[in-house]
């Protein structure tokens, strides 16, 4: 069973566009939601992360979104730049279990 | 330096011999994981080592993949006679775990594994 459903798959965007990522978990006792995202060529890098006592983080640009009753947070990434361009990983985890999503490429064209 | 090192970054070998690939977390870090990464695709977990604890081997997709953590530190994964399947990055983690929270974890560049 997946614990960690991520969506889209792939996501184009236009440069200064938003570009939303979603991801939807199930088990209760995770505590802690991190995103990664990363370059080819690269490992994932931490991005922002959130824990579930707070509904909105945002750092720059990147804004997580959480909605603890749905069990589902998202990633938004304002004003998308070409720089942008990777793939991006949501996460769940609580100190025994650290689950990752399937990834999003996300490409911001020019 | 101060992140995670894997090496070899790139290592081509051919079908049915062994490889190791070494992981040298961040110094302090207490847990340790690798996954394999196919290209374009997920992060597939093998193996997670937490402190003095017996590893959580859960994720090994096959007998011919092992691996070890002396001292606390530094890991290798090894793979026995290799298949093509087996080509991948290998990525190796590591993070500070407190027991009480969560930290994240951070990541090395990886060990492109390619078998002709």
């Known amino acids: 069973q997946q614990q960690v459903k991520q969506s889209p798959q792939s996501l184009i965007v236009q440069k200064g566009g938003i570009s939303i990522i979603n991801c939807a978990y199930e088990n209760t006792a995770f505590d802690y939601f991190p995103w990664y995202q990363q370059f080819p060529g690269k490992g994932p890098a931490l991005l922002i992360a959130i824990r579930p006592d707070v509904s909105e983080k945002k750092e720059g640009r990147f804004t997580i979104s959480f909605n603890k009753s749905a069990k589902q947070f998202s990633l938004h990434i304002m004003d998308s730049q070409p720089g942008d361009s990777a793939t991006y990983f949501c996460a769940a985890s609580n100190p025994n279990q650290f689950y990752f999503g399937t990834g999003t490429s996300l490409t911001v064209i020019p | 330096g101060a992140g995670v090192s894997q090496s070899p970054s790139n290592k081509v070998t051919e079908k049915g011999k062994d490889v190791e690939l070494r992981c040298d977390p961040i110094s302090g870090h207490t847990a340790l994981y690798w996954y394999r990464q196919s290209l374009g695709q997920g992060l597939e977990f093998l193996i997670y080592?937490?402190?003095?604890?017996?590893?959580?081997k859960s994720g090994l997709p096959s007998d011919r993949f092992s691996a070890e953590r002396t001292g606390g530190s530094v890991s290798t994964l090894t793979i026995q006679r290799t298949q093509q399947e087996d080509s991948a990055v290998y990525l190796c983690?590591?993070?500070?775990?407190?027991?009480?929270?969560?930290?994240?974890?951070?990541f090395g560049d990886g060990t492109r594994l390619s078998i002709l």
């Open positions: 983690a590591s993070s500070l775990v407190t027991g009480i929270s969560n930290q994240p974890q951070h």
């Open positions: 080592f937490q402190g003095n604890s017996a590893p959580d």
